[in-house]
């Protein structure tokens, strides 16, 4: 069998687990349970893995934050999967238990675990060897039955009869966790999980369910109806925006770039501030036309100096100060700002201008 691919992602906002899978060989992907605020560095991370995604998956319609589906189909082409009995519209794909989804040599199995909501499915990978579940089991929890199309009974009989049936190694990830764990697994929430667990009953758990107390999710009102459409926004106003003022790269470690060759383009345009040394910007690799010298240590200080109705580029030797610099100017409240992708190394392996250095 390929290789697994696999990312766990978290979205603080909603305490939200998302889930990347993909098959090492063909590079095809899976995203189960994106997040409409991720949703750009969800696909940094597919991109920087050379990934192709064919697809993202729902558990379930969510009531606390709105799926990432719809985004990620307009930037990738990727297929959006929901249950049937999601009732969602604005799908590719309507899944039923038993179908499989399959991604390179590899494949999930659908499971229909309803309870937590009407449409809610757990995802069984090919070799037992993890399973998604949704709102259904949570780690020492369950989801809430109270709202959507909740039922205590429904989600007993769906964790007893298609997730604590599988073998006790497999590993549970679970779509949300409030207090940062992260996985578990059948043999331990067999025995352990204070509200499904053990000798627990069907009654027991209805008489569990029943008396959480728990409010209402913050942004009900606005994810469900998103979701019922997989995430596509009603108007333009709530798409991310991109900036416009040179082609950037978003990466996985939240830095804005730019390659060379695009700067020298929109050269024109842009401060340029090199925040290495004074000996180093006069040194041997020199310097590009223009940049202003403000040593990365003097940078908070020294950001006045700067104008604030200019996108700026940091650069540095090799990207990695000037990636700092571009965190610490962000934090100063300047907004159009990226970071030079590979710093003066990158610059003159290009072949691109420089003034003093040696040849
Ligand atoms: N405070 C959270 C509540 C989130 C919530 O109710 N989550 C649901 C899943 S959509 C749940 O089942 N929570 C179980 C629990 O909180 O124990 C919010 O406002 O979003
Ligand atoms: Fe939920």
Not at 110 to 134: I, Q
Request: charged share 25%; proline share 5%.
């Amino acid at each position: 069998m390929p290789m697994l691919v696999f990312r766990q992602l978290f979205d603080p906002q909603s305490s939200t687990y998302s889930y990347l899978l993909a098959d090492g060989r063909s590079r095809e992907a899976v995203l189960i349970d994106p997040v409409f605020e991720q949703a750009r560095r969800d696909a940094a991370l597919i991109a920087e893995l050379e990934l192709k995604l064919l697809a993202t998956l729902e558990t379930h319609v969510h009531a606390d934050h709105v799926t990432g589906a719809w985004l990620l189909k307009r930037q990738f082409g990727s297929a959006i999967a929901v249950s049937k009995a999601s009732g969602a519209d604005g799908a590719d794909r309507y899944l039923e238990h038993g179908n499989r989804v399959a991604f390179g040599g590899r494949y999930l199995e659908v499971r229909a675990t309803p309870g937590h909501t009407h449409g809610c499915v757990t995802y069984v990978l090919d070799d037992e060897s993890m399973a998604f579940t949704g709102d259904c089991l949570l780690i020492r929890g369950s989801g809430r039955t109270d709202f959507q199309q909740g039922d205590a009974r429904e989600m007993y009989r769906s964790v007893r009869s298609q997730i604590l049936s599988l073998p006790p190694s497999c590993l549970l990830y679970p779509a949300h966790d409030y207090r940062g764990l992260t996985v578990t697994s059948v043999g331990e929430e067999r025995r352990y999980n204070p509200r499904l667990g053990g000798e627990i009953g069907e009654s027991d758990f209805v008489g569990y369910m029943s008396n959480l107390g728990l409010p209402h999710p913050k942004l009900i009102d606005i994810a469900v109806p998103a979701n019922m459409r997989s995430g596509q926004p009603k108007n333009d106003t709530t798409l991310p925006a991109d900036p416009g003022w040179a082609p950037l790269t978003f990466t996985f470690a939240g830095i804005w770039e730019i390659q060379p060759a695009a700067l020298e383009e929109h050269a024109e345009r842009i401060q340029i501030v090199d925040v290495r040394e004074a000996d180093e910007y006069n040194g041997s690799l020199g310097h590009i036309r223009d940049a202003k010298l403000i040593p990365l240590g003097s940078l908070a200080a020294r950001a006045g100096e700067l104008a604030r109705d200019r996108p700026i580029v940091a650069v540095c030797r090799s990207g990695a100060r000037s990636a700092q610099a571009s965190v610490l100017l962000q934090r100063a409240g300047f907004t159009e700002v990226a970071n030079l992708a590979g710093g003066m190394l990158r610059w003159r392996a290009e072949g691109l201008p420089v003034e003093g250095g040696r040849a």
